[in-house]
T-cell receptor, first 113, second 117 residues
């Protein structure tokens, strides 16, 4: 069956370190992959999009990689800050339209001062 | 711009009651959608619309109705609420119905927490 896996356990790191979150998928061939941030009681907020022909995308302290052979995306936050604490969701497009955008369950990141 | 506005923020229903979750956006987006979010599960698409007068089913449409009479509004109706519909509901919109532009992304509302007793 088609599945998107993100670590269900929270990731705890110290301020200043690099946080790395993983998104693995099976049985999909996505055209692109997106990452969203979600704070408690709020809706997800778009962060980055990476296409299947792109290996890496950066935005300020954020970096996303996309390995279509491994069927995996890694999401990095460098020089992490307590304000980065949130749940991060990955989403895959499987049909070149939002009606086929499939979300993972998210990984909670906790950055300690 | 207010973005995507959802009302109410919280709602408690009894089994069998009906209600409408409201969603409005002021960004002139063609695409609008409804998701539900449950613990341990990813966001799941309920219904979506690629423009006024056009709606279609997503992954979990049973028990829900939608209509799109204007570009701005996309209400979600629960016809006869069931405990299985207890969830957090999110409305989202995008300027790119097909998600094929360079800047495709979803803008989400802040959600409606619904409990069905």
């Amino acid at each position: 069956s088609q599945k998107i896996e993100q670590n269900s356990e929270a990731l705890n790191i110290q301020e200043g370190k690099t946080a790395t979150l993983t998104c693995n998928y099976t049985n999909y061939s996505p055209a692109y992959l997106q990452w969203y941030r979600q704070d408690p009681g709020r809706g997800p907020v778009f962060l980055l999009l990476i296409r299947e022909n792109e290996k890496e995308k950066r935005k300020e302290r954020l970096k996303v990689t996309f390995d279509t052979t491994l069927k995996q995306s890694l999401f990095h936050i460098t020089a992490s800050q307590p304000a980065d604490s949130a749940t991060y969701l990955c989403a895959l497009d499987i049909g070149w339209s939002f009606q086929k955008l499939v979300f993972g369950t998210g990984t909670r990141l906790l950055v300690s001062p | 711009n207010a973005g995507v506005t959802q009302t109410p923020k919280f709602q408690v229903l009894k089994t069998g009651q009906s209600m409408t979750l409201q969603c409005a956006q002021d960004m002139n987006h063609e695409y609008m959608s409804w998701y539900r979010q449950d613990p341990g599960m990813g966001l799941r698409l309920i219904h979506y619309s690629v423009g006024a007068g056009i709606t279609d089913q997503g992954e979990v449409p049973n028990g829900y109705n939608v209509s799109r009479s204007t570009t701005e509004d996309f209400p979600l109706r629960l016809l006869s609420a069931a405990p299985s519909q207890t969830s957090v509901y999110f409305c989202a919109s995008s300027s790119d119905p097909q998600g094929q532009s360079a800047n495709e992304k979803l803008f989400f509302g802040s959600g409606t927490q619904l409990s069905v007793l």
